[in-house]
């Protein structure tokens, strides 16, 4: 490595290897215990070769194997492998793991990544990387870096390939471009500085894809950066050199789910002296890396390694363990050959790469097959025709059939002229009978989604409809249950419907919840399940093979680009813009009398949130929780006690659940038993006469705002009612209740406010308070409220 | 009226209020905002000193100006006064321009060897700023509908490439190599040609390209210096205001040099201003829609300066023809351009979301997009649009929904070649470009000594001395013609007018003396500028005093930091 220095004190290189990229992209497939997405082959050799042949190769000695799911699994195929000579595999399991920030932390609390020597970085990686980039260079300039600057923590190592974009051609169609190997979803942008002589630093790191329209970088990072390059064309290789320091970061930080929110986190901190550095190591145009995003990506890298993009990882020098077993060589048209098992050809049969053919399979007579690899053992019949697919190992198709663009499993049958379009997957063991022809996109599965509830047993009966249970889809599945108990769980799913009469298997829908909707317009209610459905379909066929970004994509710049029009619209008064829209809200941070309040966070609708955090409230738990948790809010974003009380009031009138119907008596009786527990909290909130009006404003409020609760409170004598009870309860004085109607009756005789004021109930109960208080302060009020009285008609 | 591919439009109806009190010598301050581009129409008084005639080394900058504009082969310039300005005109006759043609009482035709300038003045009350001021030249018909325009500030200072590093290469062909490669406005046009051009090819028109220099200046880590740290070291430093966000992308060209695309230009101010009072900390917030492909690399700094010279193609002065509320160039009608280049030619015009029926007072923009559809040859979209042109009260049928992008193109000025590449607008920056002159005029008669051509003369002929000007190389000065100096004086980084007296034992450091100022005996001054005609008494001390024309400093007066 690094020549003579200090060659003693280096010890050994560590690496982490997440067996989990805790995404659901590779569903149904990954759906069966046996095949995580790890053990999936890229090319007949599994991604976990791939990553070990690497770091092994990159001079790691010690490598611990995260697994979160199918922990078991992966572990035995450790230790069946033969690397395992060359460098020490250790795994490491967790299944209540469901994100790589809690894996990260994890293997802290383990405390297997020494931390005696913080020079020594380790490498972390996600489990899909297929890679041939010479890290050693990177981690030398790490460790350099480190030596000068113990807050330099991290290298992430990025591949240029350029942006994505939309464009017209010369016959005015749309046409996208964007490198295979990114996903549809990535949009990430990374701001570098350049210039400083330490390398290239991450001052931004945005990959928030579609739903925001702007990248941000804080300007007193201007001061400190000469300059300051924003870059869209690099792709987050999932290679990240990292000091022991990374982890303890993590730990830190519960709110670290990603690597990818923890860079951007990281890089965000402004105040120079909390700074911690990531810098950005950018591959030689020579190197190639990229992640195994979904099947889309997959697709796009088996491809890249059959062209010899990343030699030397090509299928004829197969990585340690298969290179004892196989012998690939590459034919004509790129096609590669297993020679040990040499496959059985037809007559007339044409083969064209890129592509490749396992051991031990059989290809019949005038089949025609297109850039597909084969696994081993396949038995392909006469006049097939296959082009751009994969297909895994002992998988069966029959005479006729056509396959396009799809994943074939292990140990499916394709039965007699039955056509597989683009986009599709066909489970582990699925049967698809003769002459089907199945949707584009369509993903079939004979496995039941996961579920961790016990109660799974409520859907069982129900298991031959495909319809989504109410799995919670995540990958923690628990690593006791043994592959044999899966099985048991596999229900022989016979379904006349798409598959067939002998088909088997099911159709497998997304679980939406699952798959975060980086739609354009995702702030919209996503009650409509339709539509989300649609868009959660939509999200599938993006991680499919086959599918056609340009929509995706010139939708994504249309909306940034209307975005892009608000920012400078000050720019652009020269046209018509008085019609824009006067209905928004922009008085966020103005209170009553339009002062503007400082040091409150954009757009906030304080009242609302008020209401929220009592509608969350638990009535089962001390009101005093709720009150600090309100006095907390209040505090954050500069807000009153009024607020608060006011939030409170609104909160309960909703939590009455009223019904149109509901009289006045009905009302007060509920709002009674409310303010018993409620009650207290209104005590403590209300320190001067100021909340206590905030609180009448607030009944006012819900009276003359409509729906159901302002129908029942506006109905005579509701109102009056529910401010006496809160006279009587000594939560309301009087001096609030005749402040409120002097306010009150200085409005408008169209006033809604008014009509309240006006009613004989309230002017009744005015009176009696007036008098009360009379009574009370002893004094000469009286004309006061013969003046109120006079001026109410 | 003859073709011509550029037209240079010299703004100088602004008196230049942050050089006061050197360019007003009346009483009452300046009205006029901070904004420079703003004209002051009560500096009626008779001492009125546009900016554009402060002198510098010897000669008005609107001289040096010219003779660049010249130097470049431009052949009409149009210079733009204000109403009440009467200085300019008897200026340009003293460098040698002959009037040929009176058109009407505010506009002259002048001759300037074979270049022609028109001095036009603003009609009175005309109180706008730059962007009325190019609509009230283009009103008078002196551009011609086909001819790009370059607008540069009165007040600009362009010497970029003067002392070019390949001195010692020039010593064999002589110095005329130097000569043309100087020009920033000969490359701004270079670029701009050849922008447009691409442009047509590529269905991405040019609206319009602009100079950039390089003030930025960083210390041995990489860490950019403040501006006050660069005041300091000499360099130029920059008011707040000027100061701007520019984001640069580069985009290859498969032949030709690449295109440097302004897709971000936001001032500082801007950015910073707390509008919601929030408390949070600025942020530049960068619209991810203008990153995409072929842009996907954008370099942002906040060290390069606008100078304010724009080259606009014909069809981006229709738009401002069109967009009659822009008030300022620099302020307004730029970052229009650089915000909508993206969005297209046709929403620029603010028609491109609009549907049905036209309004008539879109009339004139339908008119004008009609022009640039042809200019630009967009033919397809212009058929279409001239077929929906019948009668008044014509459905604008835009179904197509693309519109065409266009682009801002930038030249960057080096970092040495911007070092003299700045409007002397403040009077920090007139001091500096002052002091960089005298750094140039010596380097370069030091190049021409060492290389033995006849003495000098040629070499000061690209800075526009007046011929007979001492330059002192080791006191960092320059001192013009027909000046006293009295016994003992000390002169040090200073710039000395004509027929300047100067009386004995007087020390004078990082001092700008104009014409025909008498100054005492035993006297200190130090950075000071002291405007023409004044007259100053014995031993007085001035630290960092500017003087106003014809003022009296009365014997013994003792003053740091004050205007007079």
């Avoid at chain 1, 320190?687 to 609760?709: M, Q, Y």
């Avoid at chain 2, 880590?221 to 403040?226: A, E, F, H, S, Y």
Wanted: aromatic fraction near 6%; hydrophobic fraction near 35%.
């Amino acid at each position: 490595m690094g020549g003579g220095d200090d060659n003693k004190r280096e010890s050994k290189l560590q690496a982490v290897l997440l067996a989990d990229s805790f995404l659901n992209t590779f569903q149904p497939i990954t759906l069966d215990k046996v095949t995580p997405k790890v053990l999936c082959p890229l090319n007949n050799v599994a991604l976990l070769d791939y990553g070990i042949e690497f770091l092994a190769g990159a001079g790691v000695e010690e490598l611990f194997v995260f697994c979160a799911t199918s922990g078991d699994t992966v572990e035995e195929y450790v230790q069946k492998s033969n690397w395992t000579s060359s460098i020490n595999v250790k795994c490491v399991k967790d299944s209540s793991v469901t994100n790589a920030g809690d894996a990260l932390r994890y293997l802290d609390k383990l405390n297997v990544i020494r931390s005696d020597s913080q020079a020594d970085p380790f490498i972390l990686m996600t489990g899909d990387v297929i890679t041939n980039v010479d890290i050693v260079p990177a981690i030398e300039e790490h460790k350099r870096r480190y030596k000068k600057d113990n807050t330099a923590i991290m290298t992430v190592l990025m591949k240029e390939v350029g942006g994505w974009g939309v464009e017209e051609d010369q016959n005015g169609e749309i046409i996208s471009h964007s490198s295979s190997i990114r996903s549809v979803s990535d949009d990430l942008f990374i701001a570098l500085n350049t210039a400083s002589p330490a390398g290239n630093r991450i001052l931004s790191y945005d990959s928030n894809p579609g739903n925001t329209s702007s990248t941000k970088i804080p300007t007193s990072f201007f001061a400190a950066n000469a300059q300051i390059e924003l870059r869209n064309d690099l792709l987050d290789t999932g290679i990240y050199i990292c000091s022991p320091d990374v982890l303890a970061r993590f730990s830190d930080e519960f709110d670290f789910l990603e690597i990818s929110k923890f860079i951007s986190n990281i890089v965000a901190e402004e105040e120079e002296g909390l700074q911690n550095k990531i810098f950005a190591s950018i591959l030689k145009s020579n190197e190639y890396a990229a992640r195994i995003h979904d099947l889309r990506t997959y697709h796009a890298v088996s491809r890249d390694l059959l062209k010899r993009w990343c030699y030397p990882i090509v299928p004829d020098n197969q990585p340690t363990g298969y290179d004892k077993i196989y012998r690939y060589e590459m034919q004509r048209h790129m096609m590669y050959v297993e020679q040990k098992g040499k496959e059985k050809l037809g007559r007339c049969t044409s083969l064209k790469g890129p592509g490749m053919i396992g051991s031990f399979s059989k290809v019949g007579n005038e089949t025609s097959i297109h850039g597909t690899v084969i696994g081993n053992s396949c038995l392909i019949g006469d006049g097939v025709s296959i082009t751009d697919a994969h297909i895994w190992d002992n998988v069966t198709i029959e005479d006729g059939a056509t396959i396009c663009e799809a994943v074939l499993c292990n140990d499916c049958v394709i039965k007699k002229g039955a056509v597989i379009p683009k986009g599709c997957v066909i489970g582990r063991g699925c049967v698809i009978d003769e002459n089907i022809e199945l949707p584009e996109f369509s993903r079939i599965t004979i496995f039941e989604d996961k579920d961790d509830d016990d109660d799974f047993s409520d859907f069982g009966d129900d298991s031959s409809s495909s319809s989504d249970s109410s799995s919670d889809g995540s990958n923690s599945e628990s690593s006791d249950d043994s592959i044999e108990e899966n099985k048991k769980k596999v229900l022989p799913v016979l379904k006349s419907g798409i598959l067939g009469v002998n088909g088997k298997g099911r159709l497998w829908k997304a679980n939406y919840e699952d798959f975060e909707v980086f739609d354009e317009d995702s702030d919209v209610d996503s009650d409509d399940e339709e539509d989300v459905e649609k868009r959660t379909k939509l999200i599938i066929e993006a991680q499919s093979i086959g599918f056609d970004p340009t929509s995706v994509f010139s939708q994504r710049k249309q909306s940034q680009l209307e975005e892009d029009g608000f920012s400078d619209d000050e720019a652009d008064d020269n046209k018509s813009e008085d019609d824009s829209e006067g209905g928004f809200k922009d008085d966020w941070n103005l209170d009553e009398d339009g002062t503007l309040i400082t040091g409150r966070q954009e757009g906030v609708n304080v009242i609302e949130d008020l209401k929220n955090i009592c509608l969350e409230h638990e009535v089962t738990t001390p009101i005093e929780n709720l009150r600090i948790e309100l006095n907390s809010y209040k505090f954050s974003q500069n807000a009153s006690f009024g607020d608060c009380v006011t939030g409170a009031m609104l909160a309960i009138f909703e939590r009455l659940d009223l019904k149109a119907g509901t009289g006045a008596a009905g009302l007060v009786t509920s709002f009674k038993a409310e303010l018993k527990h409620w009650g207290e909290l209104f005590e403590k909130l209300c320190h001067t006469v100021d909340e206590e009006k905030s609180l009448i404003k607030a009944i006012e409020t819900a009276a003359i705002s409509g729906g159901v609760v302002g129908d029942v409170l506006s109905k005579e004598p509701s109102f009056r009612l529910v401010l006496q009870t809160l006279h009587t309860e000594d939560i309301i004085s009087d001096e609030a209740v005749l402040a409120w109607a002097a306010s009150a009756s200085e409005a408008d005789d169209e006033n809604p406010r008014k009509k309240l004021f006006t009613q004989q109930q309230t002017q009744d109960f005015i009176e009696w308070v007036e008098e009360d208080s009379d009574d009370d302060s002893d004094d000469d009020s009286s004309s006061s409220g013969s003046e109120s009285d006079g001026d109410s008609d | 009226m003859s073709e011509v591919e550029f037209t240079g439009v010299i703004l100088a109806s602004t008196c230049g209020a942050r050089l006061f009190p050197i360019t007003n010598n009346t009483k009452s301050k300046a009205t006029d905002a901070l904004d420079v581009d703003v004209e002051t129409s009560d500096a009626a008084s008779d001492e009125f000193m546009p900016k554009h005639l402060l002198p510098l080394a010897g000669r008005p900058l609107i001289h040096h100006l010219l003779q660049h504009c010249r130097g470049i082969g431009m052949e009409k310039i149009i210079v733009v006064i204000s109403a009440d300005d009467d200085k300019t005109k008897s200026s340009l006759m003293q460098l040698g321009c002959k009037i040929s043609n009176e058109i009407d009482e505010s506009t002259f035709e002048l001759d300037f060897g074979l270049t022609r300038i028109y001095l036009m003045r603003l009609p009175a009350g005309e109180t706008g700023g730059s962007a009325e001021a190019m609509r009230c030249v283009i009103g008078k018909n002196l551009i011609s509908p086909k001819s790009h325009v370059m607008v540069l500030p009165g007040d600009l200072v362009l010497y970029g490439q003067l002392v070019s590093s390949d001195n010692k290469a020039d010593e064999a062909s002589g110095t005329s190599n130097s000569k043309l490669a100087v020009d920033a406005l000969g490359s701004l046009a270079d670029v701009h040609r050849r922008e447009y051009r691409h442009g047509l090819e590529k269905g991405v028109p040019l609206a319009m390209s602009l100079i950039l220099s390089d003030v930025g200046e960083e210390d041995e880590n990489g860490v950019p210096l403040k501006e006050s740290a660069k005041a300091k070291k000499g360099g130029i430093s920059r008011e707040e205001q000027e100061i701007e966000f520019i984001g640069i992308a580069t985009i290859k060209n498969d032949h030709s040099p690449p295109t440097n695309r302004i897709i971000l230009k936001e001032p500082k101010l801007n950015v910073e201003e707390d509008v919601h009072n929030t408390g949070s900390t600025p942020k530049l917030y960068i619209p991810k829609a203008r990153m995409h492909s072929p842009m996907n690399q954008m370099l942002i700094k906040t060290t390069w300066s606008d100078l304010h010279v724009f080259c606009f193609s014909p069809w981006a002065l229709k738009l401002l023809l069109v967009n009659k509320k822009m008030k300022d160039l620099g302020k307004e009608f730029v970052p229009f351009l650089v915000s909508r280049q993206f969005r297209g030619v046709k929403s620029s015009f603010g028609l491109g979301s609009k549907k049905g029926s036209v309004t008539d007072e879109d009339t004139d923009a339908v008119e004008a997009l009609i022009e640039t559809m042809n200019e630009l040859k967009l033919d397809e979209a212009c058929r279409r649009l001239s077929m929906t042109d019948h009668g008044i009260d014509r459905e604008f049928d835009d179904d197509d929904k693309e519109d065409y992008p266009f682009l801002v193109s930038a030249q960057i000025l080096s970092r040495k070649h911007s070092k003299l590449s700045l409007r002397s607008s403040t009077l920090t920056s007139y001091a500096y470009a002052c002091r960089e002159v005298i750094t140039n005029a010596i380097a370069a008669s030091k190049a021409v000594d060492e290389s033995k051509i006849k003495k000098g003369k040629r070499d000061f002929c690209s800075l526009y001395l007046p011929e007979n000007t001492q330059i002192d190389a080791k006191n960092n000065s320059i001192i013009l013609p027909e000046s006293t100096l009295g016994e003992k004086v000390v002169v040090k980084s200073s710039t000395i007018g004509k027929g300047v007296s100067i009386g004995g034992r007087c020390r004078l450091n990082n001092v700008i003396i104009h014409d025909n100022v008498q100054i005492g005996e035993n006297c200190v001054l130090q950075n000071t500028t002291i405007s023409e005609g004044c007259i100053i008494g014995d031993n007085c001390n001035l630290n960092n005093c500017q003087l106003r024309t014809k003022t009296s400093i009365p014997t013994g007066t003792k003053s740091k930091g004050e205007s007079f």
